[in-house]
């Protein structure tokens, strides 16, 4: 039976705290609001009961960011979508961020089983004045497992309007894309990472989000998977090819705290639903 999920997240300021009210119908939900950093930054966690995302099922989120607020918001482990027996799975994300607002959208990496059919898009509308960080991990098969994504398809949209509209279709078939010195080069693990703002960034303050992510490349084992640049003047965006999910996750994690701290000074303790 496929299951249609929806969950609405709404930011508003009391005083100095960022209070995130959540509605949902279906399996998706929030475990945990959380406040590590103390009261003015909101971490969610959101959960999907039933493990994974199989042919039929539709889920969507929905977040509302007044201004002032300042939310991440993450996953205990990975999103799965499974084998298909025709039916296509889709996954959805809308988020609204209001001036003076900060989004974080960190949920952990999206895992494509072969012969899934698969849907993935994301759009962030930021007003001036507002800006965010967010990643997207996607694994192809299970290369630690030796699975291979052999057959079915994972379509994928991140779109800031007006600003950035990323899109693909990675076919298990496409031998050619997927294993192509100019495709993915045998690489199973493709990572994007952004930081975005509503309106364009000083140019001093882009170069440093992009010298910091540049730096800590350079330094990786992936340094020669890796690259970050600046595609329009108010986003920056870091792209990284991996063999496995954990050294690309690991490069991710330090960028975020390094242009946590670049961007807004902030320090970046590490959500403790992430593995360490």
Excluded at 66 to 95: D, K
Excluded at 204 to 211: E, V, W
Aim: charged share 20%; glycine share 10%; net charge neutral.
């Amino acid at each position: 039976m496929a299951w249609t999920g929806q969950l609405t997240l709404n930011y508003r300021l009391d005083e100095a705290r960022t209070v995130g009210h959540d509605r949902h119908s279906g399996p998706l939900r929030v475990l945990q609001s959380l406040y590590p950093e103390g009261p003015a930054t909101c971490h969610h966690v959101l959960v999907h009961p039933p493990g994974g995302i199989v042919g039929g099922d539709v889920l969507h989120i929905d977040a509302h960011l007044q201004s002032g607020t300042h939310a991440l918001i993450t996953t205990p482990g990975a999103t799965r979508f499974y084998r298909s027996a025709g039916e296509t799975a889709r996954q959805s994300a809308h988020a609204r961020v209001a001036a003076g607002a900060r989004l974080e959208w960190l949920p952990l990496e999206t895992i494509c089983h072969s012969a899934a059919l698969a849907e993935n898009h994301l759009r962030f509308d930021l007003e001036p004045g507002a800006e965010m960080m967010g990643w997207d991990v996607l694994a192809l098969g299970l290369p630690a497992s030796g699975e291979d994504f052999e057959s079915g398809h994972f379509v994928q949209r991140i779109e800031l309007p007006g600003v950035w509209l990323e899109r693909a279709r990675l076919r298990g078939d496409d031998r050619q894309l997927l294993d192509s010195p100019l495709g993915l080069a045998g690489h199973r693990v493709m990572a994007t990472m952004w930081f975005a703002a509503g309106s364009a960034l000083a140019p001093q303050r882009r170069d440093t989000l992009i010298d910091g992510a540049r730096e800590l490349c350079a330094g990786h084992a992936l340094t020669a998977l890796a690259g970050c640049t600046s595609p329009s003047a108010p986003l920056v965006v870091l792209r990284v090819l991996a063999p496995r999910v954990e050294p690309a996750m690991q490069l991710l994690t330090r960028v975020w705290a390094r242009w946590r701290r670049d961007a807004w000074s902030l320090d970046a303790p590490v959500p403790r639903v992430w593995r360490t």
